[in-house]
C-alpha cells in the first residue's frame, strides 16, 4: 500500500528566502506525482505534475523534481512571498486510471 | 481554462439524511473521482468511475455511498443515511487518464451533518 509522507509538517520562513518541501512515497512504482496548493477551508490547485520518466519540472518560481528510485520529489520555491502562504500537498498516482494517493501536506507561512 | 466545477459549495443536513453532491467534470476527460478530506486530515480517495461504471473504490465507499453520471456532463456522489462522521469536504476531481496531464480538481461541497 503506496505510504505518501511529507516533511516538515509545518513551515515558517520571512519573506524572500528561498525553501524546499519534501515528499517521500512507499511504492517508487508510479505514473506521476502532482503537487497542490490548498488555501484555509479551499480546493486543490495543481502547481507542477512530474511525469515517471521526468527528473525535474519549472513554472515560475516554483521547480520540483523527482528521484523514483529512493522515492522521493521536493518542490524549491524561490524569492518565497506572503501570497505563497498555503498549504503544500503532494500526490502519487500509480497507473493510468487510478486514484491519487496524498501526503499529509506541509503548512508554509511567509512572514513580513 | 476548462474547471471542474461543484455543487453547492456547502451543504448541512440533519443526521439520518440522504444527500446528493453534484460535480461537472472537465468536458473531455474520461475519468473522474471522488476524494473527501476531513478536517485536518489527509484527502482520501472515495471512489474513481470510467466509462459509466466504477473503477476502484476504498474502505470508506461501502453502502451508503453511489455515483452515478445521470447525463453527458454531470457526475454525483450520493450519500445515504449521513452520519456526524460524514462531515468533510467532499472533492471531485477528474482526469484524461495521461501520464503528463494533470487531475484537476473542484472548489469542493464542505457537509456539515448536524
Known amino acids: 500500500k503506496q505510504e505518501v509522507t511529507q516533511i516538515p509538517a509545518a513551515l515558517s520562513v520571512p519573506e524572500g528566502e528561498n525553501l524546499v518541501l519534501n515528499c517521500s512515497f512507499t511504492?517508487?512504482?508510479?505514473?506521476?506525482l502532482q503537487w497542490f496548493r490548498q488555501d484555509p477551508g479551499k480546493g486543490l490547485t495543481s502547481l507542477l505534475l512530474?511525469?515517471?520518466?521526468?527528473r525535474e519540472q519549472t513554472s515560475g518560481r516554483l521547480n520540483a523534481s523527482l528521484d523514483k528510485s529512493s522515492g522521493r520529489s521536493t518542490l524549491y520555491i524561490a524569492a518565497s512571498q506572503p501570497g505563497d502562504s498555503a498549504t503544500y500537498l503532494c500526490?502519487?498516482?500509480?497507473?493510468?486510471?487510478?486514484?491519487?494517493?496524498f501526503g499529509t501536506g506541509t503548512r508554509l507561512q511567509v512572514t513580513l | 481554462e476548462p474547471e471542474v466545477t461543484q455543487t453547492p459549495s456547502h451543504q448541512v443536513t440533519q443526521m439520518g439524511q440522504e444527500v446528493i453532491l453534484r460535480c461537472v467534470p472537465i468536458s473531455n476527460h474520461l475519468y473522474f473521482y471522488w476524494y473527501r478530506q476531513i478536517l485536518g486530515q489527509k484527502v482520501e480517495f472515495l471512489v474513481s468511475?470510467?466509462?459509466?461504471?466504477?473503477?476502484?473504490k476504498s474502505e470508506i465507499f461501502d453502502d451508503q455511498f453511489s455515483v452515478e453520471r445521470p447525463d453527458g456532463s454531470n457526475f454525483t456522489l450520493k450519500i445515504r443515511s449521513t452520519k456526524l462522521e460524514d462531515s468533510a469536504m467532499y472533492f471531485c476531481a477528474s482526469d484524461r487518464g495521461l501520464s503528463n496531464q494533470p487531475q484537476h480538481f473542484g472548489d469542493g461541497t464542505r457537509l456539515s451533518i448536524l
Open positions: 511504492d517508487s512504482a508510479i505514473y506521476n
Open positions: 512530474i511525469q515517471s520518466s521526468q
Open positions: 500526490a502519487v498516482k500509480p497507473g493510468t486510471a487510478s486514484k491519487l494517493t
Open positions: 468511475f470510467y466509462n459509466n461504471e466504477i473503477s476502484e
